[in-house]
């Protein structure tokens, strides 16, 4: 598995002091703040890329620790904070044993994997007690967009999958049999939408959350 993102990590951190991106980011943190769980604890970010939201899960008082492939993504992460716990390792098969951490996030990572299913499994293995999945949902304006535009040339989509909501839970549901999860309860929200329309799949971002009994 090729471990250099489409994306230079000078290139992904200048995208979020942009006024879009700004604006992007504030939304997509104010979901997080209502959908990530109330009591803190260790949690595994996985494919962290510059650490955008392992840095921001740390400061909601999580203890965070972010883990990707490419270590020119970690190195510049490590740069801007060098106290942040860093792993480099494949979402795919995660160097942890069963409960390593309480949590495990997943932000927009399973677009870019060639089989974003065992990544899934390896999350809901390492984490005790649930994991939230970041994605792009297919149907939405922006994502529409961004799938058009890898047809006339190349584009960090190129080789993106955009997984429908049915998908992401179906993978999710079949992790945690796998590794004898419960599913206690499951929640879901997104931002971005088209103005004045909220409807789910039009989100531009979406996630979802599971907790096990």
């Not at 006024?19 to 943190?29: I, N, S, V």
């Not at 990707?68 to 979402?91: F, V, Y």
């Not at 047809?151 to 955009?162: D, I």
């Not at 945690?176 to 088209?194: A, E, H, W, Y």
Request: hydrophobic letters at 40%; one cysteine or more; a positive charge.
């Amino acid at each position: 598995m090729n471990s250099k993102f489409p994306i230079s990590p000078q290139a992904y951190d200048t995208w979020f002091s942009t006024p879009p991106g700004r604006g992007a980011l504030e939304e997509e943190q104010a979901l997080f703040l209502r959908l990530l769980w109330k009591e803190r604890g260790s949690l595994l970010d996985i494919g962290c890329g510059t650490g955008v939201f392992t840095l921001f899960f740390r400061d909601l008082g999580f203890s965070a620790t972010g883990l990707d492939l490419s270590r020119e993504m970690l190195l510049h992460l490590k740069g801007k904070e060098p106290d942040t716990a860093l792993i480099q390792g494949n979402a795919q098969l995660l160097p942890f044993k069963r409960n390593s951490f309480q949590y495990a996030t997943l932000v927009t990572v399973l677009e870019f994997l060639p089989y974003p299913f065992y990544a899934l499994v390896e999350a809901t293995k390492v984490a005790q007690r649930g994991v939230a999945v970041a994605f792009l949902p297919p149907w939405s304006p922006t994502n529409l967009k961004r799938r058009a535009k890898t047809l006339w040339g190349s584009t960090p989509f190129r080789q993106a999958h955009f997984l429908p909501f049915s998908r992401i839970i179906s993978m999710i549901t079949e992790g945690c049999k796998i590794n004898s999860r419960r599913v206690k309860g499951m929640d879901q929200g997104g931002c971005l939408f088209p103005r004045g329309v909220r409807l789910l799949p039009l989100a531009s971002l979406a996630v979802i959350r599971v907790d096990y009994e």
